[in-house]
């Protein structure tokens, strides 16, 4: 009797876990399932789709900080306002083809910025440009051949200071 009721326990548990894996599996894109059928292949990619919503929450998070710097949505004092209002912001950070460069410039033409960038060698491969708080945010993905040949904090400090 003893031996019939622990089979039963494990067959529902089995089908349990069955029915989990199932719904595990259903709820991943087909990128991180790619037809594998077993458990631990099942498991492994959840946890790579984890990995990869946080690391694209990571990244949407830095964003939404570059943004609220660059509109000026930050406590400051008038006189820091004052200043954020008539001056250049800059973030340049590195990505995957080489830097992405995102600012917000009040009176510089564009073409100003475009040529400071081929000076420092830099190639623009993509462009976007958004409005936030009646500021306009130019995002830019530059090629870069060699980072250790470009002086990045001097790039900043001239796309920040340009008229």
């Known amino acids: 009797m003893e031996k019939l009721v622990h089979k039963e326990i494990e067959k529902r548990r089995r089908q349990e876990m069955a029915s989990l894996y199932a719904s595990l599996r259903s709820l991943l894109p087909l990128e991180f399932i790619q037809g594998k059928r077993s458990t631990s292949d099942q498991v492994k990619g959840a946890v790579n789709y984890i990995d990869y919503l946080q690391r694209n929450i990571k990244d949407i998070n830095s964003k939404r900080d570059d943004l609220v710097l660059l509109s000026g949505r930050s406590f400051r004092s008038s006189n820091e306002q004052e200043w954020n209002e008539i001056s250049n912001h800059v973030v340049i950070r590195p990505c995957l083809v ?66």
């Not at 420092?120 to 708080?133: A, E, Q, R, T």
């Open 98 to 163: 080489g830097i992405e460069i995102v600012l917000s410039i009040l009176q510089t033409p564009f073409s100003s910025v475009l040529q400071v960038l081929r000076e420092h060698g830099l190639y623009v491969l993509g462009y976007i440009c958004s409005s936030v708080n009646d500021r306009l945010i130019h995002t830019l993905q530059a090629e870069v051949n060699d980072l250790a040949l470009i002086d990045l904090a001097d790039l900043k400090d001239t796309l920040t200071l340009m008229k």
